[in-house]
């Protein structure tokens, strides 16, 4: 059970909850949106919202967890299992990036392509997957 399920609960404001426990509300806002993961925060703050809540420290830790592991498994159902040709492309533009190669440009024009016909053409994707796929290899930020 998330924070925020639990504040709906017990009709309490992350104001009320901030001002009980001693967290900053700052910081109760950043772990409620999901800015802050929860398994980040110090067992100072987790002891001090469980406590305020009447939960353990394992209930608040046990939500992260489970939204962590559906996720990866999104992930991994997204990156995996694809069609021949788009799988092929994708571990190509893997390899490449990991391998620095000097054909990058041309594999990100052929994993553009294939993403584009498993959604548009071949329909054996979902948009939302597509889009999944976009963001996480084409339209990435390089330092």
Known sequence: MSINEILTEKGMTKYRLAKLSGVPHATLNDICSGKTRIEKCSGETLYKLAKVLSVSMETLMESAM?????????????????????QKDLDAYK????????????LWGELYGSINA???????????????LRQKFLWRQTV
């Open 118 to 132: 498993a959604e548009i053409s071949d329909g054996v994707i979902t948009p939302a997957h597509a889009d999944y």
């Open 95 to 106: 390899e490449a990036l990991e391998n620095g190669s000097t054909l990058l440009d041309c």
């Open 66 to 86: 489970l939204e962590q592991t559906a996720e990866s498994s999104i992930e991994r159902s997204y990156e995996y299992g694809l069609p021949g040709y788009l």
